[in-house]
């Protein structure tokens, strides 16, 4: 039972309006939208929900007016942690259709029937007293035969993943004769006022996924025991996404709460994080997102960040030490919690980087955290901010670490030393993830008969951007070529003969990988693969020389292969094709060996040097660095 004071306010008296409705939203699992799509023919105008007897509700005219009176319940009430544990039905009746539905519970708490009394009693005054009892209930369905809905539930029993979501508040929705609803107002639980959202709802029933790698054109160059595939993706034309194609994404901030940090926890959170979850929805379909704090120890602030506004009522905690781990461990298990294999997750880590208490964010307690990631089939993306004048080789090595899906419009890091420099930084970052994830296509790679260089094992991913190839490289023994797979299907592989640019395409691809893992692990950590790459470079000058010289003379192809210990591709008019072009391009080798060698040159702990280094590693001779 709830005890209620009911409010005496002087609001407008209305008619009901069935294009409005103040409900209750339930995130959009893929499997509620598939069932939906399929059973529910108010699919494309209602965004999974449920009522709570305020539907239809007054007109919006009127709302502004309603909006205090909202809010006013919403203040005295808490985010509760609701589920999704099984379906149910009202069945078919002569003259009504029967409705399938997904039940909510709130594990005996007692919370939904208290908001539901709130409400009733205080914003619809008792007027919408109903005959049936309230039962909460997220539609999957409508059917006209009861056979017919039996089987189906009866199918959906036998499979059914409860889910389990944070409601945070309530949300107004309006929608026009021919358009679906679209969320104008949230009312969050606890909070003092109202906040505008204006956002549309967009039926999606399809997960989202890879774009279809039988797409993809796969070049392939054989060179020194080294195979070198280039994959390219049409993409998706025109630079952007559809609205009904656009990407999920969730923003995941996890920031800094340490005394070393200071005023700068607001600064960033209000301008970088603040940012983070107000990405263009016209490009991205952004769900809401979450926000951890760590100092001595992790929180989450929230789990149901629905815009940029939400987060200026964030309430930190007193500043302390810093336990980076305790927020790792933190956001890993709310990441996990979340599950969605539909969704992009954006992790950005706002730190100046200094743990001083707790245990230790060793490489072997991440290597843990990564197996649960993969293990649950996540992409995640993560972004590291260094803030302040911090040592940015923690983050890198959490980046490093965690990051199933590298995003290739990214700088590695960001450097923010005072907030005057955050808005640029947000700017670069907002950037950076659209054309990522609206021009993008993440890969699954594997191969057989040979390792990814970068990785050193058989597995890794890629990133394909519209209009440019990934480059993939993998060592393997001279003779026959490895296979490539690509989200789990055989590539279909084109042979080309190697140009000299071939190097220097691989260095550049490399290069920044690996200067990551430097920032995380140390110079010493690359070592093997830098000399690896070096040999790759003085084999492949000696190749190209050794074909000028054959070019001009009589040797059979079979002859040059005893001498290179490599059996060319191609005419004879293809080599002295080479040859001719190896005179031009013999500096490439040189300026290849001069990345590497930078690449092994110290780097100290300041972030600024750190920040350098890594965005000029992509600039002729790393000029920036």
């Not at 959009?28 to 939906?36: K, L, M, N, S």
């Not at 069945?91 to 594990?107: E, H, M, N």
Request: glycine share 10%.
């Amino acid at each position: 039972k709830a005890t209620v004071s009911v409010l005496n306010w002087s609001a407008p008296r209305a008619t009901m309006d069935p294009t409005t409705a103040l409900t209750c939203l339930v995130p959009c699992d893929a499997a509620v939208q598939r069932v939906r799509s399929a059973h529910d023919t108010a699919f494309v105008r209602w965004p999974p929900h449920f009522n709570i007897d305020c539907f239809p509700f007054f007109p919006r005219e009127v709302h502004e007016a309603w909006a205090p009176r909202i809010q006013a319940v919403c203040q005295g009430m808490r985010p509760m942690e609701l589920r999704l544990p099984g379906v149910g039905q009202f069945p078919v009746r002569k003259k009504a259709a029967g409705t399938l539905y997904a039940t909510v519970c709130d594990g005996g708490s007692g919370a939904l029937a208290d908001m539901y009394a709130r409400v009733q009693a205080v914003v619809c005054e008792g007027e919408r007293a109903q005959a049936r009892p309230f039962t909460p209930h997220v539609t999957l369905g409508r059917f006209t035969s009861q056979d017919a809905m039996d089987a189906v539930q009866g199918k959906l029993a036998a499979g059914w993943v409860p889910v389990g979501f944070t409601l945070a508040g309530l949300t107004l929705i309006v929608r026009g004769k021919e358009t679906p609803f679209t969320s104008v107002m949230f009312f969050p639980f606890g909070g003092a006022a109202p906040v505008v959202v204006n956002e549309p709802y967009v039926a999606e029933a399809a997960d989202a996924g890879a774009c279809g790698t039988s797409e993809c054109a796969v070049r392939m160059s054989a060179l020194c025991g080294h195979y070198i595939y280039r994959i390219a993706h049409p993409g998706r034309g025109g630079g952007g996404c559809a609205a009904a194609e656009r990407p999920q994404v969730k923003s995941i901030l996890v920031i800094d709460n340490s005394g070393s940090m200071g005023r700068l926890t607001a600064d960033a959170t209000l301008s970088i994080g603040r940012g983070m979850f107000g990405l263009p929805p016209d490009r991205l379909k952004q769900l809401p997102g979450m926000v951890v704090c760590f100092a001595d120890k992790a929180e989450v602030l929230s789990r149901d960040v629905r815009c940029p506004a939400h987060v200026d009522g964030l309430k930190f905690p007193r500043q302390g030490m810093t336990n980076i781990t305790a927020g790792i461990d933190t956001a890993v298990k709310a990441l996990l919690a979340d599950g969605n294999t539909a969704v992009h997750y954006l992790i950005t880590f706002l730190s100046d980087g200094a743990h001083n208490t707790g245990p230790a964010c060793t490489v072997e307690y991440l290597e843990r955290q990564r197996k649960m990631i993969d293990a649950a089939g996540l992409s995640v993306s993560v972004i590291v901010v260094g803030v302040g004048r911090p040592d940015t080789s923690l983050g890198m090595r959490i980046k490093t670490a965690l990051e199933t899906v590298p995003m290739e419009a990214l700088e590695s890091v960001y450097y923010a030393r005072s907030a005057g420099e955050m808005p640029g930084v947000l700017a670069a970052l907002t950037d950076g993830c659209v054309d990522s994830l609206c021009k993008g296509t993440p890969v699954d790679l594997a191969v057989e008969g040979g390792v990814l260089v970068d990785t050193g094992g058989c597995r890794g991913k890629a990133f394909l951007m519209d209009a440019a190839e990934a480059v993939v490289v993998v060592r393997a023994g001279v003779g026959r070529a490895p296979r490539l797979m690509l989200d789990g299907k055989k590539a279909d592989v084109v042979e080309q003969p190697p140009l000299p640019s071939l190097v220097m395409d691989v260095v550049d691809a490399l290069v920044p990988k690996l200067s990551q893992r430097k920032i995380a692990h140390g110079t010493q950590q690359i070592k093997g693969v830098v000399a690896g790459l070096e040999a790759l470079a003085d084999e492949a000058d000696a190749y190209f020389a050794e074909l000028k010289k054959k070019a001009g003379g009589d040797g059979s192809e079979q002859e040059l292969a005893d001498v290179l210990g490599h059996v060319p591709m191609g005419p004879a008019a293809r080599l002295r094709l080479l040859a001719k072009k190896q005179k031009q391009e013999q500096t490439l080798f040189a300026e290849a060996r001069n990345k590497l060698r930078l690449l092994l040159a110290a780097v100290g702990n300041n972030s600024a040097q750190q920040a350098a280094y890594l965005t000029g590693m992509g600039k002729k001779f790393a000029a920036k660095a």
